[in-house]
Nanobody
């Protein structure tokens, strides 16, 4: 059973940065994709970005391109999301997720199998 534990959320000012981490345990396979979603109050959970566990293929949502970077450390079994130039509208609970099939649209929430408990990111003006 894959377990995902996020950390690194908190309060930031607009224009600031936070680095989110996701510790992975339970074992994942080479074809897994790791990713980040976020959910703001009253809104649907939305795709932020994803990265192949083996290789460097990444995908980022248009709303965060140029500001957020997704990366991983396979040796540490850890996924990262570097958030820069934060905006008030980035305020949300950020979730780490894993899917066991790299095919198909990564933005489809129903295709992701494992989820973390989430970490709150609050951006003030």
């Amino acid at each position: 059973q894959v377990q995902l534990v996020e950390s690194g959320g908190g309060l930031a000012q607009a224009g600031g940065s936070l680095r989110l981490s996701c510790r992975i345990s339970g074992g994942i396979f080479d074809n897994y994709v790791m990713g980040w979603f976020r959910q703001a109050p009253g809104k649907e959970r939305e795709f932020v970005g994803g990265i192949r566990w083996i290789g460097e293929m990444t995908s980022l949502a248009e709303t965060v391109k140029g500001r957020f970077t997704i990366s991983k450390d396979n040796a540490k079994n850890t996924l990262y999301l570097q958030t820069n130039a934060l905006k008030v509208e980035d305020t949300a609970v950020y979730y780490c997720a894993a899917r066991n099939n790299p095919l198909g649209a990564w933005s489809e929430r129903w295709t992701w199998v494992y989820w973390g408990q989430g970490t709150q990111v609050t951006v003030s003006a």
